[in-house]
């Protein structure tokens, strides 16, 4: 189909099948045209509680739908690619976190959003990562088990009041690849740029960085600051992002391996045949979703 036709389409069949569209700021920007809230993760989340809406078509990845169902579970939340996963959050599972509770029995379990619902279920606290000092920062001296990014969690321990952070070894395989030499080879080449880095990356990386924050954080800071060049250390749909809203300013991509294929795996047919055919629907059995809420709520609360 015509792309013009397709975005008439979607705009119709959003209206009829009384549909929202959420779209991830690491979306192409197709999908980010169409879509009726662009954001982080966590602000989805939160605002498809507020949207009118009873279908959500989640644009992103399937940990991003899960939390969008868990908060609003009496929406129908659709996830248009089935197979749109978060590799880190795949690198723990229910199995993996009962290990490692095991080996650190005191623990508590802080876990980050990108993580499954049945992983939330057995964990007693979410975090994002613009929230994880202060999640971490509430829970005073007990050990932490920090799960699954070993990158944020390392961030954690040296920021936070908390030296008894105990991260998992999981990784973001986007953010991870990212080394010093990227880092010093951007700032030499625009050395009016600031850094900003999400916490995702390695310490190394975040050694160098100037602002270090979340997705919705890198974006903010970028607009507030007074410098006009900034190289950007995360995924390149937030360089898109900010190239549309601050189309004054210079932004660069710390590295071309900034990709996140599972983020870029929808497209506009996919939202088009999510909001015609239903598909594919989130599903979480009711025990999950009522634990793993807890542990969302646990961290909205503050
Ligand atoms: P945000 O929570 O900032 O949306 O990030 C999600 C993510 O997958 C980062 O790589
Ligand atoms: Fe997961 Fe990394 Fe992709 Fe974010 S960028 S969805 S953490 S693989």
């Not at 190394?204 to 900034?230: H, K, P, R, W």
């Not at 390149?236 to 590295?255: C, D, H, I, R, W």
């Amino acid at each position: 189909m015509d792309k013009l036709i397709l975005i008439e389409e979607i705009k119709r069949l959003k209206k009829e099948k009384n549909a929202v569209v959420l779209a991830h700021h690491y979306q192409v920007e197709e999908v980010k045209e169409v879509a009726d809230i662009i954001g982080d993760s966590l602000e989805l989340s939160r605002k498809a509680t507020e949207v009118q809406e009873q279908t959500i078509v989640l644009s992103g990845v399937h940990f991003m739908a899960e939390s969008v169902k868990i908060l609003s579970p009496n929406k129908k939340v659709l996830l248009p690619v089935k197979d749109a996963g978060c590799p880190m959050a795949d690198m723990i599972d229910e199995e993996k976190l009962e290990a490692f509770k095991a080996r650190h029995p005191t623990g508590k379990v802080v876990c980050y959003v990108n993580t499954s619902a049945e992983v939330k279920a057995k964990s007693d606290i979410c975090c994002t990562s613009s929230n994880a000092l202060k999640v971490v920062n509430s829970l005073g001296e007990d050990p932490v088990l920090f799960i699954p990014d070993q990158n944020l969690g390392n961030y954690v321990k040296k920021y936070s009041g908390n030296k008894n952070v105990i991260p998992y070894n999981g990784y973001c395989i986007t953010h991870h690849r990212a080394r010093k030499e990227d880092a010093l080879k951007a700032k030499a080449k625009h050395p009016e740029g600031l850094l900003l880095a999400h916490p995702e990356c390695q310490e190394e990386v975040l050694e160098e960085a100037d602002f270090i924050g979340s997705t919705t954080a890198i974006i903010n800071y970028a607009e507030n600051s007074e410098n006009q060049t900034f190289i950007i250390g995360t995924e390149m749909g937030v360089v898109e992002s900010l190239k549309k809203q601050l189309p004054n300013k210079t932004f660069y991509l710390l590295a071309q391996s900034f990709i996140c294929s599972n983020m870029k795996k929808t497209r506009l047919e996919d939202v088009y045949r999510a909001l015609k055919k239903d598909t594919y629907e989130i599903q979480i059995d009711e025990q999950t979703l009522q634990e793993a809420k807890s542990t969302l709520v646990n961290m909205l609360a503050l």
